[in-house]
């Protein structure tokens, strides 16, 4: 029988009621019209000859703690495993991320990140140029969130990717404490949506290789099929909400969707 588990400060008693709780990522869905614009402007904006590119991501790491730098510290040796976890996710898209610098900050106004515009202006280092990754003691069940891409030119400010500390290899967010929160949310911040955006519908998550989905994934079941169209549900992609554990790929179409965003809104990764 599952056991219960506790994310941050919230104890929830299965991994359904967590999934159920509409907790876990931050970022939030596009609506239809929305999501719509967002490619229109992506097809109008690109310059690509539709080969495939290389990118190099330097990351910084902001290690958010309380003034006494009693809470929400990680260990070098986790943000060293959090990069070799997002090599190893991100490599068969031509998708290298490096170590740029690890700044702790203790900052009892900051260590929860309910303030995320007043502490990212505080400590953000160059994000055309840089992913400004912050770890933090999030509250009520949240392991992260992201910012897209589009949306740096408008708001460099806030641009970012906001994970739990606990989420990190060997942290304490059992069982989502293998590095794929950061994996997950990081996908966003490469133009990705959840792969049940949308749900049922023809466009859902703009990925044309990733099986419609109604609903997102608690646990790891063997088979999940939400949707009439064809294919099981997705629970492995990293952009699900399935278990650290049972996440394991990005298909073709993420690769490609990923490569056209960073190269129309993160050139400078380009190599």
């Not at 330097?58 to 070799?84: C, E, W, Y």
């Not at 739990?164 to 929160?181: F, Q, R, V």
């Not at 650290?244 to 993160?266: H, I, K, P, W």
């Amino acid at each position: 029988q599952e056991r219960g588990f506790v994310i941050g400060d919230t104890w929830f008693e299965s991994h359904q009621a967590f999934t159920d709780s509409g907790a876990r990522c931050g970022t939030r869905d596009l609506g239809e019209a929305e999501a719509e614009a967002v490619e229109n402007a992506l097809q109008s904006l690109m310059r690509t000859d539709g080969a495939a590119a290389q990118f190099e991501v330097p990351v910084v790491f902001h290690i958010m703690m309380n003034d006494a730098g009693t809470i929400g510290d990680v260990s070098d040796t986790q943000v060293q495993a959090q990069l070799r976890v997002f090599n190893d996710a991100y490599a068969g898209c031509g998708v290298t991320f490096t170590l740029a610098d690890i700044q702790r900050h203790q900052d009892d106004d900051c260590y929860r990140m309910s303030n995320e515009r007043q502490c990212k202006s505080r400590y953000q280092v160059d994000p055309y140029h840089n992913l400004n990754l912050y770890t933090a003691s999030l509250g009520g069940g949240l392991l992260g969130w992201a910012t897209f891409p589009w949306a740096l030119d408008n708001d460099p400010d806030v641009d970012g990717v906001v994970i739990l500390n606990e989420s990190l290899p060997g942290g304490s967010a059992a069982p989502y404490n293998e590095g794929d929160t950061g994996t997950h949310e990081v996908g966003h911040w490469v133009g990705l949506y959840h792969t049940f955006q949308g749900g049922c519908s023809f466009r859902n998550d703009y990925v044309r290789d990733t099986p419609a989905e109604g609903t997102s994934t608690a646990g790891c079941p063997q088979t999940k099929d939400t949707c009439r169209a064809p294919g099981m549900d997705p629970v492995h992609n990293y952009m699900d909400y399935s278990l650290d554990s049972c996440m394991d790929e990005f298909t073709a179409g993420q690769c490609s969707r990923m490569n056209d965003m960073l190269r129309t809104y993160r050139s400078e990764l380009v190599l």
